[in-house]
C-alpha cells in the first residue's frame, strides 16, 4: 500500500506513542490522568486506511486508532488489538483495517520504568480502557478483542476476568494470587480473536531440562541418561532432528516433571521466608535456576521430536496454498530447532529482573505424575495453578470466539486444548497452511498465508448474526 502521508505526521504518531503520556510539572512528577482524546499530529494514510493516535487518560497506555478508508465493512464492530507489552506485530491491525474494520490497537508500557517486574495482569487496565473508548465511537455497539500469541493468552485471561471479576486472582488452587483490584469492574468483550496462542505457564514446565542437578554446582555432564541432545537417546547432530524412544520419554517426562515441581516447592519455601521477614532481601530475592524458566536454552523434547505436539485429535477446517480449504486433522509442519537450541545449552540469563515473585506470578504450573507431551496432547498439568494458563483463562470465555493457528509453527496442539476449555456455544479453530507465527509463508510454495488468514477473519467477522 502507498503511503500518502508527511514525515511531519509519522514523527508526531512516533513521538506520541514513545511516551506513555504527556508529562507535566517538574520531572519525575507523576502525569495528570486526561480522558481519552484522540491527538492532533496525524492522521497517517494509505491507500487503505489511516491511523490517528488516541490517548487513553493513562500513563501506562495509549492506542492508535486504524480507520478503513472508503465504506466500511461494518461499522457496528471495533477490533480492540492488545498485548501485555508495547513488543508486538502490526500485522493483525492493519490487516482488519484494510478490510474494512476499525482496529484500536493498544500500546501498553509497563515494564519501560526500571524496578516494574512482569505480571499476568500486564496490559489489563489499558485494555479496559481501550474498550471504554471504543464504545463511544459513533456507530460502534460491538467490541471485539484479539490478540497474537502471549497477546492471546492475555486476551484469553482479560475475556474471562471482564465476566468473572476478581474471582480469576482469588482461587484457592493457584500458587501465586494476582491483585483483584485490576480486574475489578473491567468492561466486557462481546468476542474474543486468538491468533496462534500458546499455553502460557505451561510452556515453562515442558522446557525445564530435567539434566541438570540442583545441588550447589547445578551440573549438567554427569545426567547423560536424560540429555536430550546425546545421540544415544535418539538425537541427530548433523540434522537437529530426534526419534525419542517410548523409555526416554518417559524417563526424561517423570524427570522434568519432579525438577519443575521440586523448583516451585523451593520458591513457595522461599516466598515464605519472605513474607515472614527472613528472605534474603527485604522484599524478593532473586532466582535464577539452570537450565529452566529465564535462559535462553529450551528443553522440549517437542522442538527436535516432531512427532510430539504434530496433530490435533479432532479436524478443523485448513486454508490450503491453493486457495481452497477442507474440514480435515490439522498437522504441524514446523522445522526442527535443535541446531539453533543446542549452541545455548547452558546460557544465563535472558531476564535479569527475575526473582522469586515473577517466576511464581507467571512461570509456575504443577504438574502431575502423568505428565506428558504426546503427538496430540499435553497431559499431567494442573493448569488451574498458575493465573497465566491459557486454558484456565479461556474457561471464562462465553463470547464468540475464534482461534487462529499456523501450521509452520509449535502451537497447533495447544490451539486445540485452548478451544477445549473454551465454554462459548460460538466457538471456532482454524488452520492456515505454511504460516509461521509472524503469518509469514515459512516457504514460498505455501503462497500468501497473510492474506488468508485475515481474509478468514474478515468473513467470521462478518458473519450474519454473529455480532
Not at 110 to 123: F, T
Not at 379 to 393: E, F, N
Not at 411 to 420: Q, R
Amino acid at each position: 500500500m502507498r503511503p500518502a502521508t508527511t514525515l511531519t505526521g509519522l514523527a508526531s504518531i512516533a513521538a506520541a506513542m514513545a511516551m506513555p503520556a504527556a508529562a507535566s510539572g517538574q520531572q519525575g512528577a507523576p502525569s495528570p490522568i486526561a480522558p481519552p482524546q484522540t491527538v492532533a499530529g496525524g492522521p497517517v494514510a494509505t491507500d487503505a486506511f489511516r491511523v490517528s493516535f488516541v490517548r487513553l487518560g493513562s500513563q501506562s497506555s495509549n492506542a492508535l486508532l486504524y480507520e478503513p478508508v472508503g465504506r466500511a465493512a461494518d461499522p457496528r464492530v471495533l477490533l480492540v488489538y492488545t498485548y501485555p507489552r508495547a513488543r508486538y506485530d502490526a500485522s493483525p491491525a492493519e490487516g482488519l483495517a484494510a478490510r474494512g474494520y476499525r482496529v484500536l490497537m493498544v500500546r501498553n508500557y509497563l515494564g519501560s520504568r526500571r524496578g516494574e517486574v512482569e505480571s499476568p495482569l500486564d496490559g489489563i487496565a489499558g485494555t479496559s480502557l481501550a474498550i471504554k473508548f471504543g464504545r463511544t465511537l459513533p456507530g460502534v455497539e460491538k467490541v471485539v478483542v484479539m490478540g497474537w500469541g502471549t497477546g492471546a493468552r492475555m486476551a484469553a485471561f482479560y475475556a474471562g476476568a471482564a465476566e468473572r471479576g476478581p474471582a480469576v486472582c482469588q482461587r484457592p488452587e493457584l500458587l501465586y494470587k494476582c491483585d483483584a483490584q485490576t480486574v475489578t469492574g473491567l468492561a466486557k468483550t462481546d468476542g474474543v480473536i486468538l491468533f496462534d496462542p500458546g499455553l502460557g505457564a505451561p510452556t515453562k514446565a515442558y522446557n525445564v531440562d530435567p539434566a541438570y542437578s540442583d545441588g550447589p554446582a547445578g551440573a549438567r555432564r554427569d545426567r547423560a541418561a536424560l540429555d536430550m541432545y546425546a545421540p544415544a537417546n535418539g538425537y541427530d547432530p548433523k540434522t537437529g532432528l530426534a526419534a525419542y524412544s517410548p523409555a526416554f520419554r518417559q524417563r526424561y517426562f517423570a524427570a522434568q516433571g519432579a525438577r519443575n515441581n521440586a523448583l516451585i516447592d523451593r520458591a513457595l519455601a522461599r516466598l515464605a521466608a519472605l513474607n515472614a521477614g527472613k528472605g534474603n532481601l527485604a522484599d524478593d530475592e532473586p532466582f535464577t535456576v539452570a537450565g529452566a524458566f529465564n535462559v535462553r536454552s529450551p528443553a522440549s523434547l517437542h522442538r527436535n521430536d516432531l512427532s510430539l505436539l504434530s496433530r490435533t485429535k479432532k479436524p478443523y477446517l485448513l486454508l490450503k496454498a491453493d486457495g481452497t480449504s477442507s474440514t480435515q486433522m490439522i498437522r504441524s509442519i514446523r522445522p526442527a530447532t535443535g541446531l539453533q537450541d543446542v549452541k545455548v545449552v547452558g546460557a544465563c540469563c535472558e531476564n535479569g529482573n527475575y526473582g522469586v515473585r515473577r517466576f511464581l506470578a507467571n512461570d509456575a504450573v504443577r504438574t502431575a505424575p502423568d505428565y506428558a507431551l504426546t503427538e496430540d496432547d499435553v497431559k499431567g498439568v494442573d493448569w488451574a495453578t498458575s493465573a497465566t494458563s491459557t486454558p484456565t483463562a479461556a474457561e471464562g470465555i462465553v463470547v464468540p470466539t475464534l482461534i487462529m493457528t499456523t501450521t509452520c509453527f509449535q502451537f497447533v496442539v495447544p490451539s486445540e486444548i485452548v478451544l477445549d476449555h473454551i465454554p462459548a456455544k460460538d466457538k471456532t479453530l482454524v488452520a492456515v497452511e505454511g504460516s509461521e507465527h509472524f503469518f509469514r509463508a515459512c516457504k514460498p510454495e505455501y503462497g500468501d498465508t497473510k492474506k488468508r488468514n485475515f481474509d478468514f477473519v474478515a468473513s467470521w467477522l462478518a458473519q450474519p448474526g454473529r455480532f
